[in-house]
């Protein structure tokens, strides 16, 4: 399992971005699921559209950022490996704790477009009540302790990862 975090070219609305990760525009493109955590809206891809309103509505609070005030994370796993659902939400859970996103809403789709079964998330970075972005440090360390943490406890083949 290898997990990624994607900058985007420019800042751009979260919309864009769970848009991106929902839709199934470009060819050969395939949505496997899609959950949402933390959003007021709903858990599913029939609340998407309420959902995005409600997270950029809560990332106006913030004026003060300029950066990206969205952050996606990709984790993608071996050839031939596609986690069950409940494997995929618990990945996800450990993710959004290890990077400080525990409260943040996020959306999750998993997609099987590729040799590779993965899994994108779209934290949004404004915390929902305090409306204070949050920038993980040094997120590569947490997300190589989380690949290997969650390749042990569900029986994953274990990745070479990055070196520590």
Not at 19 to 39: C, Q
Not at 97 to 110: C, D, K, M, S, Y
């Amino acid at each position: 399992m290898i997990a990624r975090r994607h900058d985007r070219k420019s800042p751009g609305p979260f919309r864009d971005l769970a848009r991106y990760i929902a839709d199934a525009r470009e060819k050969g493109e395939k949505l496997d699921d899609l959950w949402m955590v933390n959003s007021g809206a709903g858990e599913n891809v029939k609340e998407l559209d309420m959902a995005i309103m409600e997270i950029e509505a809560q990332q106006a609070m913030n004026s003060r950022v300029q950066a990206d005030k969205s952050y996606h994370l990709v984790v993608s796993f071996r050839e031939g490996e596609k986690p069950d659902p409940e494997v995929l939400k618990d990945i996800d859970k450990e993710f959004a704790r290890a990077l400080g996103f525990e409260e943040h809403p996020r959306i999750v789709a998993t997609h099987a477009n590729t040799e590779n079964f993965h899994m994108h998330i779209a934290y949004s970075r404004v915390h929902p009540e305090t409306f204070k972005a949050l920038t993980p440090f040094q997120d590569f360390r947490a997300m190589e302790k989380v690949n290997r943490a969650m390749e042990k406890k569900h029986g994953l083949e274990i990745d070479v990862g990055e070196a520590e």
